[in-house]
């Protein structure tokens, strides 16, 4: 127990640390600015091209285990979704904001952190994988799902390339393609280069944790929406166990695969459904109130599944 008090105290102490950060310094969330460009452009990309580039190759496109990731994710979003859409008068925008909120974990800040601290440095490549796919994924599901509800303001034409472009462009995304391009060349960096990487790459995890605690206690939970009820087991329980199901009855992956997925589902709801909600104006107190509340109860639940990966009680294959 012991050690997984060592890896859980050092990755929500940070976020605990911005947290009160936040409430000492008396700064506006808008005070994170640049910071939050440092960690999105400059320390994350560097840290999954890093990972990555060092791959081989071979590794890099098992596409039943993105499948199975995926197929998980998107369970979970449908459940939500149809919950909501029958019980809100088909209310189809937010119906959207509410399955992304019980599906789209915090993939992006805390997943390279704790599963790279958890897992070792062979975890890098199950996570580039699922936030690359996750993310394409959810960026065209979002706008395509605001657009039948009539929210979205492109339309044809239009709303395909400002989402193409939005995909494209993520710099996770496009250093992740540049780390598939290295590795597939064998390419390693002239040593000053690399040492330069080491020392962005290094920054990435506290400063994304860091800077999750100030945006946590800047944006305070104004009130309890009932719908957190079913969206809580879903994104921390529920998720994790599907993945875990699913990854068993596609085929056979690597420990530290299996683990690495079904720890990523476990993740609360990202800060980027804030973003979309505020993008759409649909739901967006209440999506602040899932971030707060998910990740609040997630020092629990993740403890929980490192507790029983660490001490042998979640078998790799769950239909031996």
């Not at 990309?45 to 060092?54: D, S």
Request: with cysteine; glycine share 6%.
């Amino acid at each position: 127990m012991a050690d997984i008090i060592g890896l859980v105290i050092p990755f929500f102490g940070l976020i605990f640390i911005g947290f009160i950060a936040a409430r000492i310094a008396e700064q506006p969330l808008e005070a994170l600015g640049w910071m939050n460009v440092f960690i999105v452009y400059v320390a994350l990309p560097a840290l999954f091209f890093q990972l990555v580039g060092k791959t081989p190759f071979e590794q890099l496109g098992n596409w039943r285990y993105i499948l199975g990731v995926v197929l998980a994710t998107y369970t979970i979003f449908t459940i939500m979704f149809a919950i909501s859409w029958l019980s809100s008068g088909r209310n189809i925008a937010a119906s959207t904001i509410k399955g992304l909120a019980s599906a789209y974990g915090n993939i992006g800040y805390m997943a390279p952190g704790l599963v790279l601290l958890a897992f070792g440095p062979e975890a890098a490549v199950p996570v580039a994988l699922i936030f690359s796919f996750e993310n394409v994924i959810h960026f065209a599901v979002a706008p395509m799902m605001m657009a039948i509800a009539g929210s979205e303001k492109g339309r044809g034409l239009a709303l395909a390339f400002q989402v193409t472009r939005k995909i494209l462009l993520h710099p996770f995304i496009i250093s992740t393609a540049a780390g598939v391009i290295a590795a597939y060349y064998s390419w390693e960096p002239p040593l000053a280069i690399e040492r330069f990487l080491d020392y962005l790459a290094g920054a990435a995890a506290p400063c994304a944790l860091f800077a999750m605690g100030v945006t946590l206690s800047l944006r305070p939970l104004k009130r309890f929406p009932r719908e957190l009820a079913l969206i809580v087991p879903l994104k921390l329980v529920v998720h994790p166990i599907i993945c875990y199901l699913a990854l068993g009855l596609i085929g056979s992956f690597p420990k530290i695969w299996v683990f690495s997925a079904v720890l990523t589902a476990s993740l609360p709801t990202a800060t980027n459904v804030f973003v979309l909600a505020q993008q759409y104006d649909v739901w967006v107190q209440r999506a602040s109130a899932s971030i707060l509340v998910t990740t609040a109860c997630s020092v629990f639940t993740v403890t929980a599944l490192l507790y029983a990966i660490m001490n042998g009680y979640l078998p790799i294959d769950p239909f031996p």
